[in-house]
Nanobody, 129 residues
Framework: QLQLVESGGGLVQSGGSLRLSCAASGFTLDYVTIGWFRQAPGKEREGVSCILFTSRKTNYADSVKGRFTISRDNVQNTVTLQMNSLKPEDTARYYC??????????????????????WGQGIQVTVSS
């Protein structure tokens, strides 16, 4: 079964850190772009960060720049989102998603299911004030 599985979420106090991981099962993350997205109750899904395969070029939402770092480990077939200085407004369900082709120029933070074809089930991140 081809799937993405997120891990590492939970409850943390404001100012704390969490490390989310996205692991692929049944397929490789080689040559695909990975994005992290989040959705809070009553809000639309929004892009958080993404990373290309070959260049490792990254993109971040303004709201997380300087606090979140995305990275990928091709040996472990995982992508990690390190989240520092967390704020209550970061509370959301976080999803990783993968394209099925390699993009070379830049990665989009739009939650475009035509581009990001595979999605995980998501994991909850709650930041208390």
């Amino acid at each position: 079964q081809l799937q993405l599985v997120e891990s590492g979420g939970g409850l943390v106090q404001s100012g704390g850190s969490l490390r989310l991981s996205c692991a692929a099962s049944g397929f490789t993350l080689d040559y695909v772009t990975i994005g992290w997205f989040r959705q809070a109750p009553g809000k639309e899904r929004e892009g958080v960060s993404c990373i290309l395969f070959t260049s490792r070029k990254t993109n971040y939402a303004d709201s997380v720049k300087g606090r979140f770092t995305i990275s990928r480990d091709n040996v472990q077939n995982t992508v990690t989102l390190q989240m520092n200085s967390l704020k209550p407004e970061d509370t959301a369900r976080y999803y990783c998603a993968a394209t099925d082709v390699e993009y070379m120029d830049t990665c989009t933070l739009e939650p475009d299911e035509g581009r990001y074809r595979r999605w995980g089930q998501g994991i909850q991140v709650t930041v208390s004030s």
